[in-house]
């Protein structure tokens, strides 16, 4: 399986970004798709997550509001619409796929609860 991100780049605050992240594989599938970002000096911290199914969201309270996650089933693609975005958005962002069906004992804003990582995106936002 390979996640592949894609979109970052360079914005004024208050400016709109969309990022994608389009997942591949022989037998891909998977409940659900997360985006995490890491700050430079920072943790990886949760950003936004969906499952494939019902399309539910979650999302990290500093982007409710600002940040939107979608998927299209037919392309295997998750998308992150941020707008809105501020100088503390800055970041590499990642997107991530869970394999198991349900949360089970973890949520969505876990690390550890997803199997495949793609690389990042640089996400930069200018005051």
């Known amino acids: 399986v390979q996640l592949q991100a894609s979109g970052g780049g360079s914005v004024q605050a208050g400016g709109s970004l969309r990022l994608s992240c389009a997942a591949s594989g022989r037998t891909f599938s998977s409940y659900a798709m997360g985006w995490f970002r890491q700050a430079p000096g920072r943790e990886r911290e949760f950003v936004a997550a969906i499952t494939w199914g019902g399309g539910r969201t979650y999302y990290a309270n500093s982007v409710i509001g600002r940040f939107t996650i979608s998927r299209d089933s037919a392309k295997n693609t998750v998308y992150l619409q941020m707008n809105s975005l501020k100088p503390e958005d800055t970041a590499v962002y990642y997107c991530?796929?869970?394999?198991?069906?349900?949360?089970?004992?973890?949520?969505?804003?876990?690390?550890?609860?997803?199997?495949?990582w793609g690389q990042g995106t640089l996400v930069t936002v200018s005051s």
């Open positions: 991530a796929a869970r394999s198991r069906p349900g949360w089970n004992a973890v949520g969505p804003a876990w690390e550890i609860a997803y199997d495949y």
